[in-house]
């Protein structure tokens, strides 16, 4: 999973638990700030409770629908089965809970976080080691969201109270390790933060790394809990951070936005080699031309290229940010101001993501959550030249329901969010609970 910045059309950026998942949550409502962005909400205390319930959860098994285009070409990285799920439900008679993402390791260690909200909002997640004991930790609630580490994982929040974004890193073990250091100026929320396939974070935006230090529009990159790989490096461009990136060769693409008059920017992004040293300068990016109504706002996300570079995705999100849909606008070499078009296999699958998989040489193809659908998800597995090697369905109780981003782990684990209400015919109920299946190392 990504965080990123959403940008509104004529205002600015907020921070949303964005990217490669959403549905993390925020405490409060985005109010307009004196300089013309977006003020965060307002940081709520935590507050003591019994420990949630924890329960199986049934739901069908995964059905094949499609078998791969090429038997010879898809031999190595066919989907045509997957391995026993795995289910976990947490639940809190009474509150309303906001679901968020899944995620594994490199090792199998899965991170399963939720918010509680209300005037007591807290955010708490589960670790199940691959190992071992499950652990339960209590984390800052405001603008949560999950970053896949090849070892543990990485929880990235924000108080806006105090201008601090806290780092919580998860071990192989599943301990949670607090790194406070990070500090982001709320008045302009600029801000992205993704993983690095190596190991360790991107983040990008109006930040200080330490306090009293001066904040600057700047890039750095963390390798571990208070152990910074390099920056914070100056940003080239003026413009609000829309969303960032690293590929394969640990080179970072940071994505900027400027306003060019009513309800039109203009996108611009620049390179950083794997120590820091910037390759390119700011370039232009191009963008889809989108009709944007009240409450919508746009947000960009990177995937993964084999071999090197970035896809970039444009996503229009919806009110709540739950829910978005994606349309994949230009491919990037690595280290380079050369754009591409993306091939029509990218552009063809509209509202998805692409993350790699078997071991990076197969891309998985990952439905983003859709409201008021059939309430059945598919996974599906494309060669490097984006050759169908098969999909899966994956399907759920119900005949229509609200379903959430499909998400993937750093070894291959398939982890899907079960939707607190299983009939989206009828307004969703107060939800008190939120369960996840995942299926271990199913496209490792």
């Known amino acids: 999973m990504r965080v990123s910045g959403w940008w509104a059309m004529g205002a600015a950026l907020i921070l949303a638990c964005g990217g490669s998942g959403g549905g993390g949550g925020t405490a409060g409502t985005a109010t307009q700030a004196p300089d013309g962005g977006v003020q965060p909400p307002t940081a709520q205390p935590p507050t003591t409770t019994q420990p949630p319930e924890t329960h199986p959860i049934a739901v069908p098994t995964a059905t094949p629908s499609q078998p791969p285009q090429d038997a010879a070409a898809c031999a190595e990285i066919a989907l045509t089965s997957l391995p026993p799920a795995r289910e976990q439900e947490v639940s809190e008679p009474g509150a309303r809970l906001t679901c968020g993402p899944g995620t594994a390791d490199a090792n199998g260690t899965m991170v399963l976080a939720w918010t509680v909200n209300g005037s007591s909002a807290r955010t708490n997640a589960t670790v199940l080691p691959a190992s071992g004991a499950a652990r339960s930790a209590a984390l800052p609630a405001a603008y949560p969201g999950v970053v896949r580490q090849p070892a543990g994982a990485l929880w990235v929040s924000g108080d806006p109270q105090a201008d601090i974004a806290p780092l919580t890193w998860f071990d192989a073990a599943g301990a949670p390790v607090n790194d406070a250091t990070l500090r982001v100026r709320s008045s302009r929320y600029d801000f992205a933060a993704v993983g690095d396939p190596s190991g360790g974070v991107l983040v990008a935006g109006t930040l200080a790394t330490i306090a009293g230090q001066a904040y600057q529009h700047a890039a750095v990159v963390y390798s571990g809990p208070g152990a910074i790989r390099w920056g914070p490096r100056p940003l080239a461009s003026a413009g609000s951070v829309a969303g960032a990136g690293v590929d394969l060769l640990g080179r970072a693409l940071v994505i900027t936005a400027k306003n060019a008059g009513p309800g039109t920017f203009t996108l611009s992004g620049e390179w950083f080699d794997r120590d820091g040293t910037p390759l390119t300068g700011e370039f232009t990016l191009p963008q889809k031309a989108l009709s944007i109504m009240p409450g919508l706002a746009i947000s960009f996300e990177t995937s993964r290229i084999i ?9 229009l999100v919806y009110p709540g940010g739950t829910y978005r849909t994606s349309y994949t606008v230009a491919v990037v070499p690595s280290g380079s101001a050369t754009v591409q078009l993306p091939p029509a296999w990218m552009t063809s699958r509209q509202g998805t993501r692409l993350e790699l998989a078997r071991g990076g040489k197969a891309y998985a193809v990952l439905p983003l959550g859709t409201p008021h659908d059939t309430c059945s998800q598919a996974v599906e597995v494309l060669g490097p030249d984006g050759i169908a090697c098969g999909t ?35 307004e969703e109920p107060p939800a008190d609970r939120c369960a996840w299946r995942w299926w271990p190392g199913a496209l490792r």
């Open 392 to 426: 899966l369905a994956l399907p759920m109780n119900g005949a229509r329901c609200n379903t959430l981003d499909l998400e993937l782990g750093a070894d291959g684990t398939l982890v899907q969010r079960i939707p607190p209400a299983l009939d989206a015919q009828l």
């Open 307 to 315: 071999g090197g570079g970035l896809a970039i995705h444009q996503l």
